[in-house]
Structure formats: structure tokens, C-alpha cells
């Protein structure tokens, strides 16, 4: 598995909107074949603060991500939204294996 957590602090009036296009891109996300999980999680004590967990069955699943039409919306809408410019970590799978990554 290939693991990107994608960092990103919103402008606190664009809470709502960042959550809704994000979650948007999320729900698309997961149909892709490979995409094994894509998780919206917010800071619990600092609300401007998202990280979005996106598990990859291959190092290059996340270019054929980039190219779908729900990802590009999400690329050009959330950047206005943002205090700053997001980062990325990446990781790669220790625990659990690999059909432990199931989309819920």
C-alpha cells in the first residue's frame, strides 16, 4: 500500500465549504479501483485542521487519481479555501496487511 497524508489548514469562514468539496471528492474517491481508503478527518481542538488519510494500492495510483474530474474540482475550489498551502507525508504499510485496508 502506498500512504499519503495530505495536510491541510483551512480558513476558519471556509470550514463548511472545504468540508463539503472534500468530503465530495472523498465519497468519488473510494469507487476509484485503486483506492483502498479515503478518510476526512478534522482536528479536534483546532477546527482548521484536516488531514485527509488516502491509501493507495499502488505507488502509482495517485497520479491516475489526480486525473479524475472529482479530484480536479476538489484541486481548483480548495486552494481559496486554504490559510496555507497543503502538504503531504507518504507512508507505506507496516500493520495491517494488505486486505486489512478495505474501504468501509
Known amino acids: 500500500m502506498y500512504i499519503v497524508h495530505v495536510y491541510c489548514h483551512v480558513k476558519p469562514e471556509c470550514i463548511d465549504e472545504f468540508r463539503r468539496i472534500t468530503i465530495e471528492n472523498a465519497r468519488n474517491s473510494v ?8 478518510d476526512v478527518i478534522q482536528q479536534a481542538d483546532d477546527p482548521t485542521r484536516f488531514v485527509l488519510v488516502e491509501v493507495y494500492r499502488t505507488p ?6 489526480r486525473e479524475t474530474a472529482h479530484y480536479q474540482a476538489w484541486a481548483a475550489a480548495a486552494p481559496d479555501l486554504l490559510a496555507e498551502p497543503r ?3 507518504v507512508f ?9 485496508w478495505d474501504s468501509a
Open 31 to 38: 469507487q476509484e479501483p485503486g483506492i483502498a481508503r479515503f
Open 60 to 65: 502509482d495510483d495517485p497520479a491516475r487519481h
Open 87 to 89: 502538504s503531504k507525508t
Open 92 to 100: 507505506t504499510n507496516v500493520y495491517p496487511g494488505e486486505d486489512g
